[in-house]
T-cell receptor, first 117, second 113 residues
Framework: NAGVMQNPRHLVRRRGQEARLRCSPMKGHSHVYWYRQLPEEGLKFMVYLQKENIIDESGMPKERFSAEFPKEGPSILRIQQVVRGDSAAYFC???????????????FGPGTRLTVL | DAKTTQPTSMDCAEGRAANLPCNHSTISGNEYVYWYRQIHSQGPQYIIHGLKNNETNEMASLIITEDRKSSTLILPHATLRDTAVYYCIVRSPYNNAGNMLTFGGGTRLMVKP
């Protein structure tokens, strides 16, 4: 059973370009979470999605950032017009259907390291 | 979710037990204690979780005090590969809207030969 897959693992963009980060959850998982980790800092929640729905985007910047999790295919985190401050590691996690269960722990992918020149 | 307090860093000799404490004095009745770790440059890894009883799995043991205001993660025989930042997180799995994990500063565990 493959774990959470993220690609690319490393992404270099120049200021003003767009960055697209992909996340394929574990098989059977329908919940996806995106976190950002700035250099030398802890992980910060960005957005929580289920298939075709954004459940909580309270941690995502209001401008330039968007996320989707379509019915088919991976979840995409999109950053438009990147700036140097967007340089960070972006981690995706997935879990099984949440609800009355303590076993909906989140499994993380290896991350995408975005460098903005 | 309740706030947690952990020491910034700890050292442990290889082969010895590593005991990582966590204070969560404001924990509420339906909140679980979760532990994750992040080895350098990797994604966080789930370790263990518990509500009020002590828990053990192949990775670690979790000891929760009777009043649930603190807990200790125990790595029984630490190896060099256990060097990582360990995060103690308190959250309710029933809170669907707040399903995110809130990572604090964690404890940077250094296992030394």
């Amino acid at each position: 059973n493959a774990g959470v897959m993220q690609n690319p693992r490393h992404l270099v963009r120049r200021r003003g370009q767009e960055a697209r980060l992909r996340c394929s959850p574990m098989k059977g998982h329908s919940h996806v979470y995106w976190y950002r980790q700035l250099p030398e800092e802890g992980l910060k929640f960005m957005v929580y999605l289920q298939k075709e729905n954004i459940i909580d985007e309270s941690g995502m910047p209001k401008e330039r950032f968007s996320a989707e999790f379509p019915k088919e295919g991976p979840s995409i985190l999109r950053i438009q017009q990147v700036v140097r401050g967007d340089s960070a590691a972006y981690f995706c996690a997935s879990s099984t259907q949440s609800g009355i269960s303590s076993y909906n722990e989140q499994f993380f992918g290896p991350g995408t390291r975005l460098t903005v020149l | 979710d309740a706030k947690t307090t952990q020491p910034t860093s700890m050292d442990c000799a290889e082969g010895r037990a590593a005991n990582l404490p966590c204070n969560h004095s404001t924990i509420s009745g339906n909140e679980y204690v979760y532990w994750y770790r992040q080895i350098h440059s990797q994604g966080p890894q789930y370790i263990i979780h518990g509500l009020k009883n002590n828990e053990t799995n192949e990775m670690a043991s979790l000891i929760i005090t009777e009043d649930r205001k603190s807990s200790t993660l125990i790595l029984p025989h630490a190896t060099l590969r256990d060097t990582a930042v360990y995060y103690c997180i308190v959250r309710s799995p029933y809170n669907n809207a707040g399903n995110m994990l809130t990572f604090g500063g964690g404890t940077r565990l250094m296992v030394k030969p």
